[in-house]
């Protein structure tokens, strides 16, 4: 039998010889078994998680005792909050959370230029990291969009999309095409690759068989055989060794890309994997072209994510060290309708007028998210 609120009461139906010293731990037996009794230190708050595990057959009883979660305002309608979400052990987010109209939302940074969150937006009540970037060129990698203009191209996964209000995640959907000596040519890009492909992150380009020009400035410098690693600043075209017009494009001439977005939006910035639609975890980032067993979503550090309530209410969130995926079902334990996980581990940061909150240390970033206040301070 389990009381799973202070104090904290576990009965077994089993006699163990000892158990360990812990503060707040008392146990004795009867008749029924031993009883465990668990009282956390005054000022703090408890938690008992207790769970079966096989060979050989054993109880594990986890006792917690962490800080009590809290709430400070910062302006109307926006709060700095500090809670657990049990997945089932309690997880620490950290998290401004909004109110439906109390907030705007903005990206904010410059492509290829690293700085401190603050330094991006000095006025802003709150930040938090954005998308992802190449750290050697701080070349942003993936769909970012301001006030409709585009300032990084689709890699192909979830991005954070809006027009100035509620906010929503999804897989952009774009034609591409290329415009050379008066002609419109359709490509695909990296995250669909075509017949003809551009590539605009730092990188490997092309594939064995293909030929690649190199643009800078809309003029194209130079042709390569494929695969080319592609610097900070240029892009690529790949195409079939040989195969017209391409192939006929002399150094020095004018070729232009052009991307629309289907439907257009007023803002955008791509990160992912998505963890949470329509109430419920959709944490399957091999959709995304991410790779389930990459490092980059399974070792245990801080992640940063926003969410969103079916309302239209806003959290912009760092969570201790976890997974995404177990960030998802945290998320979605809340009641988060919705939630995508931004750029993460020593990118993941929270600020809150200016000061750092949650965690420690951060690093400079290429964007992120501002946040102010719509209805004053």
């Given at each position: 039998?389990?009381?799973?609120?202070?104090?904290?009461?576990?009965?077994?139906?089993?006699?163990?010889?000892?158990?360990?010293?812990?503060?707040?731990l008392?146990?004795?037996?009867?008749?029924?078994?031993?009883?465990?009794?668990?009282?956390?230190?005054?000022?703090?708050?408890?938690?008992?998680?207790?769970?079966?595990?096989?060979?050989?057959?054993?109880?594990?009883?986890?006792?917690?005792?962490?800080?009590p979660?809290?709430?400070?305002?910062?302006?109307?309608?926006?709060?700095?909050?500090?809670?657990?979400?049990?997945v089932?052990?309690?997880?620490?987010?950290?998290?401004?959370?909004a109110?439906?109209?109390?907030?705007?939302?903005?990206?904010?940074?410059?492509?290829?230029?690293?700085?401190?969150?603050?330094?991006?937006?000095?006025?802003?009540?709150?930040?938090?990291?954005?998308?992802?970037?190449?750290p050697?060129?701080?070349?942003?990698?993936?769909l970012?969009?301001?006030?409709?203009?585009?300032?990084?191209?689709?890699?192909?996964?979830?991005?954070l999309?809006?027009?100035?209000?509620?906010?929503?995640?999804?897989?952009?959907?774009?034609?591409?095409?290329?415009?050379l000596?008066?002609?419109?040519?359709?490509?695909g890009?990296?995250?669909?690759?075509?017949?003809?492909?551009?590539?605009?992150?730092?990188?490997?380009?092309?594939?064995?068989?293909?030929?690649?020009?190199?643009?800078?400035?809309?003029?194209?410098?130079?042709?390569?055989?494929?695969?080319?690693?592609?610097?900070?600043?240029?892009?690529?075209?790949?195409?079939?060794?040989g195969?017209?017009?391409?192939?006929?494009?002399?150094?020095g001439?004018?070729?232009?890309?052009?991307?629309?977005?289907?439907p257009?939006?007023?803002?955008?910035?791509?990160?992912?994997?998505?963890?949470?639609?329509?109430?419920?975890?959709?944490?399957?980032?091999?959709?995304?072209?991410?790779?389930?067993?990459?490092?980059?979503?399974?070792k245990?550090?801080?992640?940063?994510?926003?969410?969103?309530?079916?309302?239209?209410?806003?959290?912009?969130?760092?969570?201790?060290?976890?997974t995404?995926?177990?960030?998802?079902?945290?998320?979605?334990?809340?009641?988060?309708?919705?939630?995508?996980?931004?750029?993460?581990?020593?990118?993941?940061?929270?600020?809150?007028?200016?000061?750092?909150?949650?965690?420690?240390?951060?690093?400079?970033?290429?964007?992120g998210?501002?946040?102010?206040?719509?209805?004053?301070?």
């Amino acid at each position: 039998r389990v009381r799973d609120r202070p104090p904290f009461v576990l009965t077994l139906p089993l006699y163990p010889e000892r158990f360990p010293e812990l503060p707040g731990l008392a146990w004795r037996t009867g008749p029924e078994g031993t009883t465990l009794r668990y009282i956390p230190a005054k000022g703090r708050l408890g938690f008992l998680h207790a769970f079966a595990l096989g060979n050989p057959p054993r109880l594990v009883v986890d006792l917690y005792a962490r800080e009590p979660e809290w709430t400070r305002a910062l302006a109307p309608g926006i709060r700095l909050r500090m809670r657990y979400a049990r997945v089932p052990y309690p997880l620490k987010l950290v998290m401004v959370e909004a109110d439906p109209g109390a907030y705007r939302l903005v990206p904010v940074g410059e492509p290829g230029r690293r700085r401190k969150l603050p330094e991006l937006a000095p006025r802003a009540l709150a930040l938090l990291n954005g998308g992802y970037f190449d750290p050697r060129t701080g070349t942003p990698v993936g769909l970012w969009v301001v006030d409709g203009v585009t300032r990084s191209y689709p890699y192909g996964r979830s991005a954070l999309v809006w027009d100035g209000g509620r906010v929503d995640a999804v897989i952009p959907r774009f034609s591409a095409w290329v415009e050379l000596s008066g002609r419109r040519i359709p490509v695909g890009l990296a995250a669909t690759p075509a017949r003809y492909t551009v590539y605009t992150a730092p990188g490997e380009a092309g594939r064995p068989g293909e030929e690649v020009l190199v643009v800078e400035g809309n003029r194209v410098v130079a042709r390569r055989a494929a695969p080319y690693r592609l610097a900070a600043g240029r892009w690529a075209l790949a195409y079939p060794r040989g195969a017209l017009p391409f192939a006929a494009v002399p150094l020095g001439a004018e070729l232009r890309l052009r991307v629309r977005l289907s439907p257009p939006v007023r803002y955008a910035l791509e990160a992912g994997p998505l963890l949470v639609a329509r109430g419920r975890v959709a944490y399957r980032p091999e959709r995304e072209r991410f790779d389930r067993n990459a490092l980059l979503l399974t070792k245990v550090t801080y992640q940063a994510a926003v969410a969103w309530t079916r309302e239209g209410g806003l959290w912009l969130l760092v969570s201790e060290k976890t997974t995404p995926g177990v960030l998802a079902r945290a998320l979605a334990g809340l009641g988060a309708w919705g939630a995508i996980r931004m750029d993460s581990g020593g990118s993941a940061q929270l600020w809150a007028k200016g000061k750092l909150v949650y965690p420690e240390r951060a690093r400079e970033v290429v964007n992120g998210l501002a946040l102010y206040s719509a209805l004053g301070q």
